[in-house]
């Protein structure tokens, strides 16, 4: 099965290609915080190319589907949707904190077995995180969720989890003390940004989840963004005072 995956949920922007005949995988990664929409296209373009594939050769879409931020998470999907539709190729969706997680146990290698499972701690800001506990492989079991901060440390504590990511120090801050029974040091040197999801290891997931040719965002809240007052009683206003006015 030919697979391509992409992911543009956080602070990267990464496209992958599986080739099914021989196993190779093909990867590009980018950090960024914005330009994920003029990035991406090229990106996958770019991967494709360099497995001497065509968009007829892919047998399955992958790309994660939250959280993230609003506009990343959308453009994913969108994207996702777009190939969906134009190719019927169907699409497998994962949530992007799975792959960071995978992403981890990869880098832990070996000392993964000693951990009851993996702990991805995101920062949500506004006193909450995004949390996701998987195996000690990566594969999911909790999660995603948005927690409030006293409710992650209660579902991290005590169960002999490796937990990391930008949360992680602000769970700790509201404890004052360690995440008692987790371990938040890395054994071994993680990778370059290593908290930000990598299509390579979406890769990993991707034959055995679901599919559909209707993919959907996951928001695990609104958007901060507030829609713009209605205008309906503002002009009723600018009509009353325009009447005082010529009587």
């Given amino acids: 099965m030919n697979i391509l995956a992409f992911d543009t949920c956080l602070d990267a922007c990464s496209a992958a290609v599986g080739r099914g005949g021989d196993g190779a995988v093909y990867g590009a990664r ?3 915080r914005r330009g994920h929409a003029e990035a991406l296209m090229p990106m996958i373009e770019h991967v494709m190319a ?3 594939l065509g968009f007829g050769d892919i047998d399955r879409i992958a790309v994660t589907h939250g959280p993230g931020t ?3 998470t959308r453009l994913g999907i969108s994207a996702a949707l777009g190939f969906a539709v134009a190719r019927a190729i169907p699409v497998a969706t994962v949530s992007s904190l799975a792959v960071v997680a995978r992403g981890a146990a990869m880098a832990l290698g070996g000392a993964a077995a000693s951990y009851a499972g993996i702990a991805v701690v995101r920062n949500a800001r506004r006193e909450r995180v ?3 506990i998987t195996d000690n492989g990566g594969r ?3 999660g995603p969720r948005l927690l409030a901060l006293d409710d992650a440390l209660a579902a991290i504590e005590g169960r002999g989890l490796f937990a990391f990511g930008s949360g992680v120090g602000v769970l700790e801050a509201r ?3 360690p995440i008692a029974g987790a371990v938040t040091m890395w054994p071994v040197p993680p990778p370059e940004a290593v908290d930000e999801p990598n299509a390579r ?9 679901p599919v ?3 993919p959907a965002p996951l928001y695990l809240r609104p958007p901060d963004a507030k829609p713009a007052a209605p205008l309906a009683p503002f002009l009723a206003g600018t009509a009353a005072t325009a009447t005082n006015r010529d009587a």
């Fill in 30 to 32: 980018d950090l960024m």
């Fill in 50 to 52: 360099e497995a001497g």
């Fill in 70 to 72: 609003f506009t990343g």
């Fill in 130 to 132: 995004y949390l996701e």
């Fill in 140 to 142: 999911p079991a909790e």
């Fill in 175 to 177: 404890a004052e003390r």
């Fill in 201 to 209: 290891f979406l890769l990993d997931f991707a034959a055995g989840l």
């Fill in 212 to 214: 559909s040719l209707d």
